[in-house]
């Protein structure tokens, strides 16, 4: 068996070979040896040397790859699509690398190795500009800011932590979650043992580094089994990887950091084995249980070759293929591939088998490819999909001769279906020249022309007689242009392609049509038929037309039903129990979103003793789906896809298990599962915690004056479930929550009484209820909270004086009307609703007068029922939304129960502001009496209070929704943007239950959209300026406005629309990276292309627009239809 010509050489230079290879996608080891030493192993300038075709020598890049492998068998690099060539003697070139190995070993050390970010903005921005020409620098993330409240730093039971970004480190967390939630991995971490003498026992600095980093990542597992904190300071683990990383600037790949990860927990385990065992040879836990072996078999011009190699991470090409398998079956076979080292076309071919199996393993999805033209890396988008549960055992070499007669049968099966997709393309595309259709459907058109009854006068003998005389012709082009106008007119009413005004109208251009088209279109024949056909010639062909469209359409169903056929025995092919003994469960999914120059990193993990997936993103730690995971991972319509897979075999359930008692055989959970001495070091940093909770809250109680500490609790009081006692209570409070919707302003005073009075005598009902206070006040946008309705009548001012007027009240005349604490208040008194109510009164004066209190309210009751019932039949328009009118029209048109619908009615009717005669009162005391006999058992108050709560939300939406497009109307798009984000999301729980509920969300949308791009746009020019304050303001704009935005967009919807401006306004900013740019703004922009392109929606907060005091019912609907028909007559809204 050959051995593998890179085990001899130095691991480093292998490891810097396999990412100049995935880079520019070159497999030449003797050209990427020359690179690396032309470049003095820098991976920028050998990039640029590879990528300059002056650079390569004939015969580079025909040359078959070689597996590159460190001689310890800790990680090995595939070859992409390549054979091994094991024959050729490459003496010459291998003694060269190995030379160079040694001659620079000690500079070695500390350049090759991989290094964390270096968190010097001045550093960073000097190397800035050099890097971006390549594009080979990814920053992703943001260092995440503590908030100074530890409250909001404390932990939720159990649920698991987050990991704080301490600059550039989604990666590392990304990882880090992925393995310490394997409990396997987690116990090996958490026991390992450090030796007293860690100075005394290492060898080498490296060893040192080893042993430091083991005991941070030990305490780092400690506290995230046992914090008390939400999220844990990974600083000094991660300060030790700084030196390691090649460049002290650039954003690490998750495989990359996986596999120093892993090269050094290795080392370290390597170093305990040896210490326990030193006579004796063991097996390292972090080799079993991360690494294993496949075997590498074929011909390579002529000679055979076999290899054992071992791997780490496994890498599988993403483009050409569609999902895991595929991608698999492409990585274990290489097709033949022709050699120029020979005279003769000598075909080789590969196959690799794996020998065994890690129990956890872990796909390495390469995603990026080197663009030749562009000079710098990009990220392929295209989807891939991978199972929830893989079976192995096709890929295994025991099952070798199986696999390979299966692959047999299913490449014999897909050429037949290959086969018989063209037979069926051949009838669904037939005909000879460029326009082909289906021929069935071809056979039926000319069966129906056939079928068609021939007119009597020939057509153009029927055209020339309807031909205008030559003093009256008109034009040849007018009878066309004239269709043309119709169509346009028609076009122009079609929904589908009304636009906004900004967008212009394709032009129209003029159409020569046959000089017969003149004709009217209502006199031409409706379909074309054969002049002449006799019933015998039109029996032929009907019988034959007939036959031969039975055919085809049955030949057309037979070739489906193979190929469905074909495609499921395909699909079968390993699904039976000899190919099914080696499930692998997925584990865990690191996902990146970005480009290639720029991207974040976060992880779905699954939760096995809650059999849930789990999404961590840095400090956040929010339960998921797999429907989730599935958006995010797969790819082809986002920016996020995955990047690496781990699997864990589920044959082994120790991989899972948690720690036990060994006595009692209980799980152990928390801090009782960890060693002492980490258990010690949990408590002491809990106790700090504690100790810092302490001093916050006598902190801010040493802030509180004693009058606000009142003032305080007294709004934090908790709201009571209403008892029956209290339901009666609720019923005599004049200012109940229907109350509070029947009198939303207080500027109409008890002159609207008269005023409603005249309307009602002079023209009835409805023109006293359309009577509008033209004298009202500006609407107050103060930020003012509407009041809650029961303070109201605490704070209400008590007065014993008791204020007498005369109002004239219709067909009654003149009465008194008391102002006194038990009855009119003329603040609360008349809204546009409660109009209503006293107009209903009104007419219920006859049956008063004769039948008495108990007539006249069942009269009146049923007027304003009636009247509000016929207004909720009216659907809201784009100008006038009838909800806004009533609470109790909002109630008809969501189909609120009955009971609802009579107590807010009610209620309206016995509110004590109707104390103003004798016969409002007699009315007011009936419904206040039937108020009384509803008890809780008659009514559920919760569903009550929900229905008023729902309205009081929808009038808050509207009122967001008109100041939203009322600021954009004047140029004001950042509080635009404010309350239409609001109300989008505020109207969304409404929608939930019913869409009726809320306003059509796609306008809110549409014009939220708008404002985004725009604002966007603003904030672009400002960077693309220079100037440092522009540019300030520029970032203020997308960290503030834009950013919260996005992300709102991206986590909660899935509006194709709002996607792909997201999309738009991310490649936007992406795309500026290879321009250059002072380093200045380059350093800029790198810092905040992570922000832009985190999806996370955890820690971005849109501040809360000025909050406005509602306006009455019948203000807010004529401020809604100004709003409207303002938007329409200058800005049609085409909402997409």
């Known amino acids: 068996m050959v051995v593998s010509k890179c085990r001899n050489l130095d691991r480093n230079i292998c490891f810097i070979i396999n990412q100049l290879r995935e880079i520019t996608g070159i497999h030449d080891n003797r050209l990427l040896q020359k690179a690396l030493q032309v470049s003095n192993r820098d991976v920028n300038q050998a990039v640029s040397f590879l990528t300059d075709e002056s650079a390569r020598e004939p015969g580079y890049g025909a040359t078959a790859s070689e597996p590159d492998n460190k001689s310890s068998g800790a990680t090995g690099s595939l070859p992409r699509g390549s054979v091994i060539d094991l024959t050729n003697d490459e003496k010459e070139d291998l003694q060269k690398a190995i030379a160079l190995s040694l001659r620079e070993s000690e500079k070695l050390q500390k350049e090759a190795e991989i290094a964390a970010e270096n968190q010097d903005t001045n550093q960073a921005g000097d190397t800035n500009a050099s890097e971006s020409k390549v594009g080979l620098k990814r920053k992703r993330c943001e260092v995440w800011g503590d908030s100074p409240n530890p409250h909001d730093r404390?932990?939720?039971?159990?649920?698991?932590?987050?990991?704080?970004?301490?600059?550039?480190?989604?990666?590392?967390?990304?990882?880090?979650?992925?393995?310490?939630?394997?409990?396997?991995?987690?116990?090996?971490?958490?026991?390992?043992?450090?030796?007293?003498?860690?100075?005394?026992?290492?060898?080498?600095?490296?060893?040192?580094?080893?042993?430091?980093?083991?005991?941070?990542?030990?305490?780092?597992?400690?506290?995230?089994?046992?914090?008390?904190?939400?999220?844990?300071?990974?600083?000094?683990?991660?300060?030790?990887?700084?030196?390691?990383?090649?460049?002290?600037?650039?954003?690490?790949?998750?495989?990359?950091?996986?596999?120093?990860?892993?090269?050094?927990?290795?080392?370290?385990?390597?170093?305990?084995?040896?210490?326990?065992?030193?006579?004796?040879?063991?097996?390292?836990?972090?080799?079993?249980?991360?690494?294993?072996?496949?075997?590498?078999?074929?011909?390579?011009?002529?000679?055979?070759?076999?290899?054992?190699?071992?791997?780490?991470?496994?890498?599988?090409?993403?483009?050409?293929?569609?999902?895991?398998?595929?991608?698999?079956?492409?990585?274990?076979?290489?097709?033949?591939?022709?050699?120029?080292?020979?005279d003769q076309s000598v075909t080789s071919g590969q196959e690799n088998w794996f020998t065994k199996l890690p129990p956890v393993l872990t796909f390495e999805l390469s995603r990026f490819e080197f663009n030749q033209s562009l000079g710098r890396p990009e990220k392929i988008h295209k989807k891939l999909e991978f199972p929830h549960i893989i079976y192995m055992d096709r890929y295994l070499h025991k099952n070798k001769e199986l696999t390979r007669n299966r692959r047999e049968e299913v490449k014999r099966l897909k050429e037949q279906s290959t086969a018989l997709q063209q037979r069926l393309e051949r009838y669904m595309n037939y005909g000879s020249g460029p326009e082909r259709y289906p021929l069935a459907d071809m056979l039926q058109y000319v069966w129906e022309f056939t079928k068609t009854k021939p007119s009597c006068v020939p057509p153009t003998q029927d055209i020339v007689g309807t031909l205008p005389t030559p003093a009256t012709r008109c034009h040849p082009n007018t009878a066309s242009g004239m269709q043309i106008s119709s169509s346009e007119s028609l076009i122009a009413e079609t929904p589908e392609t009304t636009r906004p005004p900004s967008t212009p109208q394709p032009p129209h251009a003029t159409v020569h049509k046959p000089f017969t088209q003149t004709r009217p279109p209502m006199e031409m024949q409706a379909h074309p038929a054969p002049r002449h056909i006799t019933a015998e010639e039109l029996k032929f062909f009907e019988n034959c037309l007939q036959r031969w469209r039975t055919e085809v359409e049955h030949d057309i169903a037979d070739l489906k039903d193979s190929i469905t056929q074909i495609s499921q025995s395909v699909e079968q092919m390993y699904m039976d129990s000899l190919v099914c003994q080696v499930p692998y469960r997925l584990h865990a999914v690191l996902v990146h979103e970005g480009q290639a120059s720029a991207g974040h990193y976060w992880a779905y993990i699954y939760d096995h003793s809650q059999s849930m997936w789990l999404k961590y993103n840095d400090v956040s730690v929010a339960e998921s789906s797999w429907e989730e995971l599935q958006r995010d991972s797969y790819g082809g319509s986002r920016n996020a896809s995955a990047y690496c897979l781990m699997y864990i075999n589920d044959n082994l359930p120790q991989l899972i298990a948690e720690d036990t008692d060994v006595e009692t055989g209980q799980i152990l959970k928390a801090i009782h599962a960890l060693p002492p001495e980490l258990r010690q070091y949990v408590r002491e940093d809990n106790q700090h915690f504690i100790q810092e909770l302490d001093e916050w809250n006598e902190e801010q109680v040493r802030k509180i004056p004693q009058k606000e500490l009142i003032a305080t609790e007294e709004v934090q009081e908790?709201?009571?479930?209403?008892?029956?006692?209290?339901?009666?209570?609720?019923?005599?409070?004049?200012?109940?929550?229907?109350?509070?919707?029947?009198?939303?302003?207080?500027?109409?005073?008890?002159?609207?009484?008269?005023?409603?009075?005249?309307?009602?005598?002079?023209?009835?009902?409805?023109?006293?209820?359309?009577?509008?206070?033209?004298?009202?006040?500006?609407?107050?946008?103060?930020?003012?909270?509407?009041?809650?309705?029961?303070?109201?009548?605490?704070?209400?001012?008590?007065?014993?004086?008791?204020?007498?007027?005369?109002?004239?009240?219709?067909?009654?005349?003149?009465?008194?009307?008391?102002?006194?604490?038990?009855?009119?208040?003329?603040?609360?008194?008349?809204?546009?609703?409660?109009?209503?109510?006293?107009?209903?009164?009104?007419?219920?004066?006859?049956?008063?007068?004769?039948?008495?209190?108990?007539?006249?309210?069942?009269?009146?009751?049923?007027?304003?029922?009636?009247?509000?019932?016929?207004?909720?039949?009216?659907?809201?328009?784009?100008?006038?939304?009838?909800?806004?009118?009533?609470?109790?029209?909002?109630?008809?048109?969501?189909?609120?129960?009955?009971?609802?619908?009579?107590?807010?009615?009610?209620?309206?009717?016995?509110?004590?502001?109707?104390?103003?005669?004798?016969?409002?009162?007699?009315?007011?005391?009936?419904?206040?009496?039937k108020l009384k006999l509803i008890g809780p058992s008659d009514m559920d108050m919760q569903e009550y209070k929900e229905w008023h709560e729902d309205y009081s939300l929808f009038r808050k939406v509207s009122v967001y929704l008109l100041t939203g497009l009322e600021c954009y109307q004047n140029g004001k798009c950042r509080e635009s943007l404010t309350y239409l984000v609001h109300a989008y999301h505020s109207n969304l729980k409404l929608l939930k239950n019913g869409k009726n509920r809320g306003i059509d969300d796609t306008l809110i949308a549409y014009y939220r959209r708008k404002c985004l791009l725009e604002l966007n746009a603003c904030a672009a020019d400002l960077f693309e300026s220079g100037n440092e304050n522009d540019v300030a303001e520029g970032f203020s704009i997308m960290n503030d406005m834009v950013i919260p935005c996005m992300h709102l967009i991206v986590t909660n919807e899935l509006a194709k629309e709002d996607l792909a401006a997201v999309e738009m306004m991310r490649n936007h900013w992406c795309s500026y990276l290879g321009e250059d740019m002072d380093s200045r703004l380059q350093e800029k922009l790198t810092e905040f292309l992570p922000r832009l392109l985190d999806c996370s929606a955890e820690v971005r907060i849109l501040r809360e627009p000025p909050k406005i005091r509602p306006n009455s019912p019948h203000d807010l609907c004529n401020r809604f239809a100004a709003v409207m028909e303002s938007i329409h007559s200058t800005s049609p809204v085409t909402v997409k």
């Not at 480190?169 to 880090?176: N, P």
């Not at 398998?325 to 990585?331: D, K, V, Y």
């Open 718 to 929: 908790p709201v009571v479930t209403l008892k029956e006692e209290e339901v009666v209570t609720c019923q005599q409070n004049t200012c109940s929550v229907s109350a509070k919707h029947a009198a939303m302003v207080k500027e109409q005073t008890a002159q609207a009484i008269e005023k409603a009075a005249t309307s009602y005598q002079s023209a009835g009902a409805e023109a006293a209820l359309k009577e509008s206070d033209t004298e009202q006040e500006t609407r107050d946008t103060a930020v003012e909270p509407e009041p809650e309705p029961a303070r109201e009548q605490v704070q209400q001012p008590e007065s014993t004086a008791t204020q007498i007027s005369e109002v004239e009240i219709p067909n009654v005349g003149t009465v008194t009307v008391r102002h006194d604490a038990d009855g009119y208040n003329e603040e609360e008194m008349l809204s546009p609703a409660m109009q209503g109510i006293i107009l209903a009164i009104a007419k219920s004066r006859e049956v008063y007068d004769r039948d008495g209190a108990e007539a006249g309210f069942r009269k009146a009751f049923h007027e304003e029922y009636s009247r509000l019932f016929d207004l909720a039949k009216d659907k809201p328009t784009p100008q006038n939304d009838p909800r806004l009118q009533h609470v109790l029209i909002y109630f008809f048109q969501n189909k609120a129960s009955k009971r609802v619908i009579e107590r807010t009615l009610l209620e309206q009717f016995a509110d004590k502001n109707l104390s103003y005669d004798e016969r409002s009162i007699s009315i007011m005391k009936v419904a206040q009496s």
């Open 154 to 342: 404390k932990r939720e039971d159990k649920w698991p932590v987050g990991l704080k970004n301490v600059g550039n480190t989604c990666w590392f967390s990304a990882v880090i979650q992925s393995l310490f939630q394997l409990p396997e991995f987690r116990r090996l971490v958490l026991n390992y043992t450090i030796p007293e003498n860690p100075q005394e026992n290492c060898r080498s600095h490296a060893e040192q580094r080893n042993l430091a980093f083991m005991q941070e990542l030990r305490c780092l597992f400690a506290l995230m089994v046992a914090s008390k904190r939400k999220y844990i300071d990974p600083s000094n683990a991660v300060d030790l990887l700084k030196d390691a990383f090649r460049s002290s600037e650039a954003q690490q790949d998750v495989s990359e950091f996986t596999h120093k990860l892993l090269d050094w927990l290795e080392d370290a385990f390597q170093m305990a084995t040896n210490r326990k065992n030193s006579h004796k040879k063991s097996q390292n836990p972090m080799v079993e249980l991360f690494y294993g072996t496949f075997l590498a078999e074929g011909i390579h011009d002529g000679k055979m070759f076999s290899n054992i190699e071992t791997f780490g991470q496994y890498p599988l090409q993403v483009n050409g293929f569609n999902d895991l398998h595929e991608c698999l079956e492409g990585a274990m076979v290489v097709g033949e591939i022709e050699t120029l080292h020979s």
